[in-house]
């Protein structure tokens, strides 16, 4: 995207009223080459809960025969949507789980998530999801940690480039309407 | 005139016509006034809009919007309560809906009204819902058979040819089914039914008497149509549409008005009341607050047409107090602002479908299906508990991602399944008829104003026993047809409904035969004041379950047209 037409828009959303940090982190988002790191510097994650983020939405969604989360920069979401959407206490609970994560994981196999192989680290998520399901409500209006970062993921994802039109099909200006075609002419759901 | 009070800070200005207020019904106004070679001024409360350059998020692919489409959640909590609980505001579409805080107004805080507005050139015609139907005399015999409110003083040979000579222009799409109580308009090419809706078609048919599902009627064209654009099916309608597929005052009535060279448009001006001349009898013009520099103007007109929305305009001649109406401008029946109605929906069902799992759709097609009234409609089908009825809005689609935060799993194979649209579902929701009830009403607060000096609306309104057992009814009937068609896992949902919130308000300052017992006549023109008239949705008598803007282009249109029969024989 082109830099200024990025921030006329960005400000046009916000009704002008944009911090410079979130004009700073979403610009990094558009020249970052790279995914999840790079130039990126996250305004509520912590360095350590960073990189748990990058490392918990790649699981979710990996790279296969398409780019997966960490390309999508699903981290720089969650740290934006943290930052600058959900509440104090939604984001407390959720950092409180990235803690928990680290806790389960040093339990069980002394050593953080991070530093975990790949069967390692999907034993622990499947966990944490099973616990999420048995428990889906925590308390009254807060999602259990894994079902947030699931949702943070998915919707970061598929709201990205990458995930509306290399992973699906976008249909932003389709042109035409076909009611009913075979699926195999599309191939893939519209984002 | 009592204009001692206000800072004049132009000279007055002189007109044949004022419209108050540029939506739906007002553009209409503006047309018709224009054309018929009155000089007219439109008054618009909010903001310009530029139709097309403004459309600033047109086709704004979600990674370029900051929270991905989910808008600002502290902002539209702190900003647009009311404007969110009514689940119409996106962060692609919220500059077109106020901001609650800046326009507040009074209800009650355990069954609020919610009050959607918008304040800009084309008012809620750049955001509307775009369905477009036909009333019958099944709707304007209603309250008189029943013996509900008033008679409305008009029927449907009234209105039909008005009906025909509106849809000429606005271009609306849809299939022609023959039904005596929804008749058919005159239809451009309609948009396809999918694979699951054409069999829930059929077996709706082949199952209930009186059933019918047909696409639903909309004001989007199909084809090129007076200049405008046909649909691109990029879907979200009310982030606005410049090639003007689907009409709206921006689109189509604003333009042909500024063609006839008549047309002068103020927007930034807030009406604060009507300016009554005991002398004549006559609405001389409107008092005028403007909304950036809060100076008061006055401007003067031989005609005038309110057209501020439902509850806007009410506002104005309540408003609107002198020694001859103390109670609000052509209020001496003493009904205006009561009888408030509205559609109430929220009740529905939804299934799954199978057997064409194979089978997918191209394009985001802005509309759905439509099941017409179906109960109280003759002898066979009336009902014990309650009149009137409801119709249902619908589509059968296939989730996308939207499914992936409640689906198990994660990693590749959670991935490719997501790489697949979901099976099949069909969801509808009814629409039902409000009956008019008095204390359904709206007043002027004594002690709370706005920024503007005008005092607010106090808005009180709630559904009582005749929708409520309609209600069960609709979710009854949406699982008996789902069921009937084949669904699985059909199941009915019962959400919670508050007045407003379907953003069909009506009534207010309804039409009547009978000048003790409703502010306009059959023509729209208000009893008390002959060329003082009201065409947006406060005259309506009754609600019907159809939505309500064809009828208000229609009333319109015919309200102009006698009007300018009448200033031509000096009758105003």
Request: hydrophobic residues 30%.
């Amino acid at each position: 995207m082109d830099r200024r037409e990025a921030i006329k828009q960005l400000a046009f959303l916000s009704g002008g009223a944009l911090s410079l940090s979130t004009v700073a982190g979403i610009m990094g988002g558009c020249t970052a080459e790279n995914g999840g790191g790079g130039s990126f510097t996250p305004q509520t994650l912590s360095d350590a809960q960073h990189e748990l983020v990058i490392q918990l939405s790649e699981r979710i969604i990996p790279a296969t025969d398409t780019p997966g989360a960490k390309a999508a920069r699903v981290n720089q979401y969650i740290d934006h949507m943290l930052t600058n959407w959900n509440t104090e206490e939604e984001k407390d609970h959720f950092l409180e789980g990235l803690g928990k994560v680290d806790e389960l994981s040093n339990d069980q196999f002394d050593s953080n998530f991070v530093d975990l192989g790949e069967a390692d680290q999907i034993t622990l998520m499947e966990e944490l999801e099973r616990e999420a399901q048995d428990n889906p409500k925590p308390d009254s209006n807060l999602k259990p940690f894994f079902s947030m970062m699931k949702e943070f993921t998915v919707v970061g994802y598929y709201t990205s480039e990458i995930g509306a039109s290399e992973e699906l099909n976008s249909n932003i200006v389709p042109g035409h309407y076909n009611a009913c075609m075979p699926y195999s002419e599309v191939g893939r759901a519209w984002s | 005139m009592e204009k001692k009070e206000y800072n004049i800070s132009n000279p007055p200005e002189e007109y044949d016509a004022i419209v108050v207020g540029s939506g739906i019904s007002g553009g209409w106004a503006a047309k018709e006034l224009t054309e018929k070679g009155l000089k007219t001024l439109v008054l618009e409360r909010g903001r310009d809009v530029k139709h097309g350059e403004d459309y600033k998020t047109e086709h704004m692919p979600p990674w370029e919007a900051e929270f991905r489409g989910q808008g600002n959640r502290k902002l539209f909590e702190e900003e647009y309560p009311m404007q969110l609980r009514s689940d119409v505001i996106n962060e692609y579409n919220y500059h077109f809906f106020v901001n609650d805080k800046k326009h507040p107004y009074q209800t009650d805080e355990e069954n609020p009204f919610l009050w959607v507005r918008g304040y800009q050139v084309g008012g809620r015609s750049l955001t509307w819902g775009r369905q477009t139907y036909r009333w019958s005399d099944l709707d304007f015999e209603a309250n008189a058979r029943e013996g509900i409110g008033v008679d409305w003083p008009i029927r449907y040979e009234d209105i039909e040819p008005w009906y025909e000579y509106v849809e000429e222009f606005v271009g609306i799409s849809g299939q022609e089914e023959g039904l005596d109580h929804l008749p058919d308009s005159i239809f451009l090419p309609a948009m396809d039914l999918n694979c699951v809706e054409k069999d829930v078609r059929e077996k709706i048919e082949n199952n209930f008497e009186y059933r019918h599902l047909t696409i639903g009627r909309c004001a989007v064209l199909t084809e090129p149509h007076k200049g405008r654009g046909a649909c691109h099916y990029c879907g979200p309608c009310s982030r606005g549409c410049s090639v003007g597929a689907y009409f709206s005052s921006q689109s189509s009535t604003l333009p042909a008005a500024r063609n006839t060279g008549n047309l002068t448009l103020r927007p930034n001006s807030i009406v604060h009341s009507v300016i009554y001349d005991k002398e004549t009898n006559r609405a001389r013009g409107v008092r005028v607050v403007d909304r950036l520099t809060n100076e008061s103007k006055e401007f003067y007109a031989r005609v005038i047409f309110l057209n501020a929305s439902t509850l806007g305009s009410t506002q104005i001649m309540l408003n609107s107090t002198s020694d001859a109406f103390p109670n609000g401008i052509a209020n001496s029946s003493g009904v205006l602002g009561h009888y408030l109605m509205d559609h109430h929906f929220r009740v529905g069902a939804s299934g799954r479908f199978e057997g064409y799992e194979d089978r997918y759709y191209h394009g985001n097609r802005p509309n759905g299906i439509y099941i017409p009234r179906f109960r109280n409609i003759n002898e066979q089908t009336k009902q014990e508990d309650f009149v009137r009825g409801y119709g249902f809005q619908g589509r059968a689609s296939r989730p996308s991602w939207g499914r992936g935060s409640g689906m198990e799993g994660f990693g590749k194979e959670f991935k490719q399944k997501l790489r697949d649209p979901g099976p099949w579902s069909f969801g509808m929701t009814a629409f039902g008829e409000i009956l008019p009830y008095e204390d359904n009403h709206v007043k002027l607060s004594t002690d709370k104003e706005n920024e503007w000096g005008i005092p607010q609306l106090e808005i009180h309104a709630s559904i009582r026993e005749n929708e409520e057992n309609m209600r069960e009814d609709m979710a009854e009937t949406a699982v008996e047809m789902l069921e009937a068609a084949g669904g699985k896992e059909v199941s009915p949902y019962f959400g919670e409904y508050l007045v407003g919130e379907g953003i069909h308000e009506m009534g207010t300052a309804r039409m009547g035969r009978d000048p003790s017992t409703s502010v306009l006549n059959g023509h729209n023109q208000t009893h008390d004041v002959p060329n003082l008239f009201v065409t947006d949705g406060a005259c309506m008598t009754s609600a019907a379950c159809q939505n309500p803007s064809l009828t208000y282009m229609a009333l319109t249109a015919r309200a102009v047209d006698y009007a300018v029969n009448e200033l031509n024989k000096r009758n105003l």
